[in-house]
Structures are given as structure tokens and as C-alpha cells.
């Protein structure tokens, strides 16, 4: 007995740790069921479940003539989760459901598309992937699939929507339309992303398998807020004629890079932009925004603010005389020359004002600002500042590079300043700071903020309209406006652009040509550009061209290079628009207007009215107003009208055909 009890006692002390631990182990279950199991059971719930954001579908950008210019386009990440399906419609479905998905992705073969999902099926993996980013379509292609039919949960297809920022016409002013992206923004989707991106939603997600996440229903928590679209100025026809007006200049004189900004004048609004600049392949495509935020001296273009300054001042007028001498004028050690100075001769001898501006003689506007100035810079630099020339444009589109004007006492202000800035060199501007200046001209001196954007939209319906903004009521008087346009319109007709004269539509403007690294002592890089507006009597655009770097044995002359794009650019809008009316319309014109007012009954003109004479009219005036008023017309060529049937003096019958050759 004494040793049965010694071997039960021995029991119950070997059992008496695992009675302990036993009771531990309870109280620990009952605290932790009672005490933390709440906070814990809210982890694990937190763990399993998540809360995700749902991207809001952001707005689009549209044209003036309402085309896309970018728009979001849903793409859709395809997922299985296998397990959800039922054995025997799995069993039953997979060999279909595998060539199918060959048609639609071919990249795996039937027999692997099965394999594959049988796999993972086997592995127990509730998050298959399937594809990437495809369309809508190949989405609902996939929902009619063998197995993918039977519904979300029965068939377990899962897919997710992210967008996808597209631009319908591709690279075509892409650095102005931009980006809204993490490594920055740029363009119209920079700076008006506020109203574009909407508001995002949420929605709930589920911890599967292999750390991955599964919508718990197709539904939102919270709907996601699409973004507003935005209107902008641009027009697609003008914004194609000068962007393919610019490539083809850049590829002919094989420059570095450039850029051509067409502005409506009266508003400011910016109908078209391109930047293009130079690969090592020798081909262009969008590289910066340069009209915005490349700053350069601008040369001669420049010469249009000095001689608004001299004006101004009344130190000159446009018949007083200045003397260019033999095109060379040496100032403190450096030379100012004309671009006909050779060999020690060159110049224009005595001119008037008005000529030497004309023919853009350094010479000459650098002897009239020097001469007066030399002894009070300030006042001439003043009068730059007063027209507000100094100031960023302040344009919404990011990266505007600031003017850059000395000033005497600037460590920068030498003696040669003062006349080196009088023909646009020590300063320096962005090309669309350079237009504004042009367009301030064109507008009767009233310099208005370049915009990009016409109104905000939501759901094709106007809340917010961007109206123009003033900058500077009047850059000058009436009286120097009309001498300066004459003057630019002159450098068309008889100066410096006088092979850009143009029988369709008058133009006014000033030439610019300029050494861009004239310190370096290197081998020469020059600038051509040209900034005016068109018609010259009449005002609706005004458009400037830069080309940088063009090959220097190519040409290299602002009037030779830029020039052209700019009368290339001009013609055809005024072709394209009917509703620009250039000044020289013939009074005949007038009176066939009258003639041809709405009337319900053609019938009343016939023996009464008569087809005037049209021959010499412009046929892109003529043209709309004929078929406005009904008339059957038949054109061939463009230009002016050169030959019309029937005859002048002809009744006027709705039922004949009016045949017109322009040329």
C-alpha cells in the first residue's frame, strides 16, 4: 500500500505542472475572449478588410471647335478567383473557358490558359491574374466567357478600372495640353487640375490570398465625383496649320528647335501653339513649352519698343532723318553694324526714321535712342517699365520665365547698355512676352493677359467663363499707335519681309535676326524670328515665329527663316475664316452684300436684281457669302476672282449655277 501511494503521489506531483499550465491556459483564453478580444477582433477585422480610394474619372480638355484634346479612357485589370466557382461547373467549363481566353489574349495557348487555371486552383489562389489594362469591349467580351457568365460570384471574374489619360491628336501642341502626373505638372492639365481631377471615392477591399486584394461588391461606398472639363482657346484647323507650318521650316533650315504662338487680338486668347525641337535622329516632336519659357534676347523684334519710346517722348518722328552712315558704329571698343555692312561699307546713309525701321538698320535706331538717352538712361528704361514690359504675363500655364530689363545702376549696366538694348540685346523675353507687345499694337494699345482657357464645364453645361483680362489699358497714345503700324506694315511692303507680301491678306510685322552667342567668340548661333499680325488694316491675329539655331549655311535671316511660316500661317487662316474682313474690300463687295441680303423669295430678285462684276474681289469673302444666301456656286483655285459666269449684269437666280475662277 505504502507503495501504491508513494506512486500516486509521485503521479500528482508530475501532473500538477500540466494542471497548472491547464488552468493558466484557461484564464488566459477567458481574458483574452473577454478583455482583448474585442480590440482584437476589430484588427483582425481591420486586417482583413480595408477601406481603398476609388479614382474620380477626370474631366476632359476640349477645343474651341469642341474636339477632345485629352480625355480618360477606363482600362480594366482582369482577375479570377477560382475557388468561388462550384467543382462540377469548373470541371465542366474549362476546356471552353480556356479557348476563349486564347482568342482574346493569344499569348497563352489553350491548352496553357487551362493548366494555368487548373494550377491555381489546385494551389488554392483566389486572386488570379488574368490581364492588364485592356478595353472596355475586351471587358464585356470576357463577361459572356464560359464560366465568367454565371455572374461575379458564382463565376469569379474580378476587375478593376483605372484611367488612362489619352490625347486624340497625339503629339500636337502636347507640351501646352501637359500632364498632371507625379513627377509633375505641366500645361492646361497642370495648372487647371483643381477643376479636372473631381473627387475620388472609396470603396471596401478583402484580404485574399498571397497578400492580395479583392472587391468585397461592385458597389460604392462612396461614389467617386467625376472632374469638371475645360474649354480651351485652341483651334484645331489653325492649331494644325501652324504646327505643320513650323515642322516644315525647322526641317528645312535643320534647326535646333523652335516655336509659333497665333493670338486672337481682341481677346488674347491663344488659337494655337506648337513647340517643336530636334532629336539626334533629326526628327521634331513636343520637347518644352519654349513660347512660354524660353527667355532670350530677342534682337530686332525689340526695336518695335524703342521706337514706341522715341515716339512717346517726342524726341523723333517718323520722317526725322538719322544717319546710318556706312552701316558701322563704334561704341566704347564695340560694333554695332547692319546686316549690309561688309568689307567696310554698308549703312543707308541719311534716313528717315521710318526707313531705317523699315530695313531694321541697327545704325540707325541705335544712334536716335543713344544720342538722346546717353545722358538719362533711366528715362528711356522708365518708359519700357511704364508699358509693362518688366512683368511676367502672369499666363496660367506653369514655367513662365520672367522679362529681364537693366536698369542703370544694376551691376550688370555698363556704357553699352543703353544702346545695345535699343536694338533687343541685354535684355531679354519669352516669344509670347514678345507678341503680347505686338498684339498690345494691333489692339489699339490695349495690352491684354494671353489665356489658354475659354470656360469650365460640367456635364456640357458653362459654370465658369474666363473672360479677358487687361494688363495695361494703353501702352501709348493713339497718335504713336498709328505711326508704328504704318511702319510695320511698311517693313512688309517695302522693307526687310517684302517677300512675304501676299495678294490674299495684308500683313504688318518686324523681322528679327539674332547672334545668340555673340560674347563666346564661337562660331555663330542665331535666332530668326518674325512678330506681327494680320490683316495689317483690320487686326483679328496676331502671330509670332521663333526658329533657334537654324543650320547657318541654310539661311539664317529672320526674314528668310521665320517670315515665310509666319505668311504661310497667315493665308491660310484667312482662307480657312470667313469672318476675318481685310480693309481693302472693294466697295463693290459692300454693295453685293446689300444686294444679297436673307430674302424668303429669290423669286422678287430675278429681272430686278443684278450679278455685279466680281472680278479682283477676294474669293474667300465671296465664296461664304454666296452660299450663305443660297446660291449654287462652283469654285476653282484660290486668291482673287479672275473669271465668273454668268456675266455681270446677269439676273440674279437662285436656280443658275455661279462658276468663279480664283487665282
Known amino acids: 500500500m505504502k507503495t501504491d501511494k508513494s506512486i500516486l503521489n509521485r503521479v500528482y506531483l508530475a501532473a500538477l505542472p500540466f494542471f497548472v499550465m491547464a488552468v493558466l491556459v484557461l484564464f488566459k483564453l477567458f481574458f483574452i475572449h473577454f478583455q482583448e478580444g474585442p480590440e482584437l477582433r476589430s484588427e483582425t477585422q481591420r486586417e482583413a478588410v480595408r477601406e481603398v480610394n476609388i479614382e474620380a474619372e477626370r474631366g476632359n480638355v476640349y477645343s474651341s471647335d469642341?474636339?477632345?484634346?485629352?480625355?480618360?479612357?477606363?482600362?480594366?485589370?482582369?482577375?479570377?478567383?477560382?475557388?468561388?466557382?462550384?467543382?462540377?461547373?469548373?470541371?465542366?467549363?474549362?476546356?471552353?473557358?480556356?479557348?476563349?481566353?486564347?482568342?482574346?489574349?493569344?499569348?497563352?495557348?489553350?491548352?496553357?490558359?487551362?493548366?494555368?487555371?487548373?494550377?491555381?486552383?489546385?494551389?488554392?489562389?483566389?486572386?488570379?491574374?488574368?490581364?492588364?489594362?485592356?478595353?472596355f469591349t475586351e471587358l464585356q467580351q470576357l463577361k459572356n466567357c464560359a464560366i465568367f457568365n454565371q455572374g461575379k460570384f458564382a463565376g469569379g471574374l474580378i476587375y478593376e478600372q483605372k484611367n488612362y489619360r489619352k490625347m486624340p491628336l497625339g503629339k500636337i501642341a502636347e507640351r501646352t495640353i501637359g500632364y498632371d502626373q507625379t513627377r509633375g505638372r505641366t500645361g492646361i492639365e497642370?495648372?487647371?487640375?483643381?477643376?479636372?481631377?473631381?473627387?475620388?471615392?472609396?470603396?471596401?477591399?478583402?484580404?485574399?490570398?498571397?497578400?492580395?486584394?479583392?472587391?468585397?461588391?461592385?458597389?460604392?461606398?462612396?461614389?467617386?465625383?467625376?472632374?469638371?472639363?475645360?474649354?480651351?482657346?485652341?483651334?484645331?484647323?489653325?492649331?494644325?496649320?501652324?504646327?505643320?507650318?513650323?515642322?516644315?521650316?525647322?526641317?528645312?533650315?535643320?534647326?535646333d528647335h523652335g516655336c509659333a504662338i497665333l493670338m486672337e487680338v481682341e481677346t488674347g486668347a491663344i488659337k494655337a501653339i506648337s513647340n517643336l525641337g530636334r532629336t539626334e535622329k533629326g526628327t521634331y516632336f513636343e520637347k518644352r513649352n519654349y513660347a512660354v519659357w524660353e527667355r532670350t534676347e530677342p534682337g530686332s523684334t525689340f526695336k518695335l519698343a524703342s521706337v514706341?519710346?522715341?515716339?512717346?517722348?517726342?524726341?523723333?518722328?517718323?520722317?526725322?532723318?538719322?544717319?546710318?552712315?556706312?552701316?558701322?558704329?563704334?561704341?566704347?571698343?564695340?560694333?554695332?553694324?547692319?546686316?549690309?555692312?561688309?568689307?567696310?561699307?554698308?549703312?543707308?546713309?541719311?534716313?528717315?526714321?521710318?526707313?531705317?525701321?523699315?530695313?531694321?538698320?541697327?545704325?540707325?535706331?541705335?544712334?536716335?535712342?543713344?544720342?538722346?538717352?546717353?545722358?538719362?538712361?533711366?528715362?528711356?528704361?522708365?518708359?519700357?517699365?511704364?508699358?509693362?514690359?518688366?512683368?511676367?504675363?502672369?499666363?496660367?500655364?506653369?514655367?513662365?520665365?520672367?522679362?529681364?530689363?537693366?536698369?542703370?545702376?544694376?551691376?550688370?549696366?555698363?556704357?553699352?547698355?543703353?544702346?545695345?538694348?535699343?536694338?533687343?540685346?541685354?535684355?531679354?523675353f519669352t516669344p509670347l512676352q514678345i507678341l503680347s507687345l505686338y498684339n498690345s499694337v494691333a489692339n489699339d494699345g490695349k495690352m491684354i493677359r494671353p489665356h489658354f482657357i475659354q470656360e469650365i464645364r460640367k456635364h456640357g453645361k458653362t459654370v465658369e467663363k474666363i473672360e479677358p483680362e487687361v494688363l495695361n489699358p494703353a501702352i501709348c497714345s493713339k497718335e504713336t499707335l498709328g505711326k508704328v503700324k504704318a511702319m510695320m506694315q511698311g517693313v512688309v511692303l517695302q522693307g526687310t519681309a517684302t517677300n512675304i507680301q501676299s495678294e490674299l491678306v495684308s500683313m504688318a510685322g518686324k523681322t528679327g535676326t539674332c547672334q545668340q552667342n555673340y560674347w563666346k567668340g564661337m562660331a555663330p548661333d542665331y535666332q530668326a524670328s518674325f512678330a506681327g499680325y494680320f490683316p495689317a488694316e483690320n487686326p483679328k491675329y496676331s502671330c509670332i515665329v521663333v526658329v533657334n539655331k537654324p543650320n547657318y549655311h541654310r539661311g539664317y535671316y529672320g526674314s528668310a527663316v521665320a517670315a515665310p511660316v509666319f505668311k504661310a500661317i497667315a493665308e491660310s487662316i484667312y482662307l480657312s475664316t470667313p469672318d476675318i474682313e481685310d480693309s481693302k474690300i472693294d466697295l463693290k463687295e459692300t454693295q453685293f452684300a446689300e444686294l444679297t441680303q436673307t430674302n424668303e423669295n429669290y423669286e422678287g430678285l430675278s429681272g430686278k436684281a443684278k450679278l455685279p462684276n466680281l472680278k479682283g474681289l477676294n474669293g474667300s469673302y465671296i465664296l461664304p457669302l454666296l452660299q450663305n444666301q443660297g446660291f449654287k456656286v462652283k469654285v476653282e483655285g484660290i486668291g482673287k476672282v479672275k473669271w465668273q459666269y454668268p456675266a455681270a449684269g446677269s439676273d440674279l437666280d437662285p436656280n443658275v449655277l455661279i462658276e468663279l475662277k480664283l487665282g
Open 190 to 255: 497642370g495648372a487647371f487640375s483643381n477643376y479636372l481631377s473631381g473627387t475620388n471615392g472609396k470603396r471596401l477591399k478583402q484580404k485574399v490570398s498571397n497578400g492580395n486584394w479583392k472587391p468585397i461588391s461592385d458597389n460604392y461606398e462612396i461614389e467617386p465625383e467625376d472632374g469638371l472639363d475645360v474649354v480651351t482657346t485652341l483651334d484645331t484647323r489653325m492649331q494644325d496649320v501652324v504646327h505643320h507650318e513650323l515642322l516644315k521650316a525647322l526641317e528645312k533650315f535643320e534647326a
Open 66 to 135: 469642341a474636339k477632345l484634346l485629352a480625355t480618360t479612357m477606363p482600362v480594366y485589370n482582369i482577375y479570377m478567383d477560382p475557388i468561388t466557382v462550384k467543382e462540377k461547373l469548373f470541371q465542366d467549363s474549362i476546356f471552353k473557358l480556356s479557348k476563349q481566353l486564347n482568342q482574346i489574349f493569344p499569348e497563352r495557348s489553350s491548352s496553357q490558359w487551362e493548366s494555368y487555371l487548373k494550377t491555381k486552383r489546385d494551389q488554392k489562389s483566389r486572386y488570379v491574374k488574368l490581364a492588364e489594362e485592356i478595353s
Open 308 to 428: 514706341i519710346v522715341a515716339l512717346e517722348d517726342g524726341i523723333a518722328d517718323t520722317n526725322t532723318l538719322v544717319d546710318t552712315e556706312n552701316g558701322l558704329l563704334t561704341i566704347y571698343g564695340k560694333n554695332v553694324k547692319d546686316s549690309n555692312y561688309k568689307n567696310g561699307k554698308g549703312g543707308y546713309g541719311k534716313v528717315s526714321l521710318k526707313k531705317a525701321f523699315e530695313v531694321s538698320s541697327n545704325v540707325g535706331i541705335v544712334k536716335l535712342i543713344y544720342d538722346n538717352y546717353k545722358d538719362r538712361p533711366e528715362k528711356y528704361i522708365d518708359r519700357l517699365y511704364t508699358m509693362g514690359l518688366h512683368k511676367k504675363l502672369g499666363v496660367s500655364i506653369q514655367g513662365e520665365s520672367a522679362p529681364s530689363i537693366p536698369k542703370p545702376g544694376d551691376a550688370r549696366w555698363s556704357g553699352i547698355s543703353l544702346p545695345w538694348v535699343a536694338f533687343g540685346y541685354q535684355v531679354s
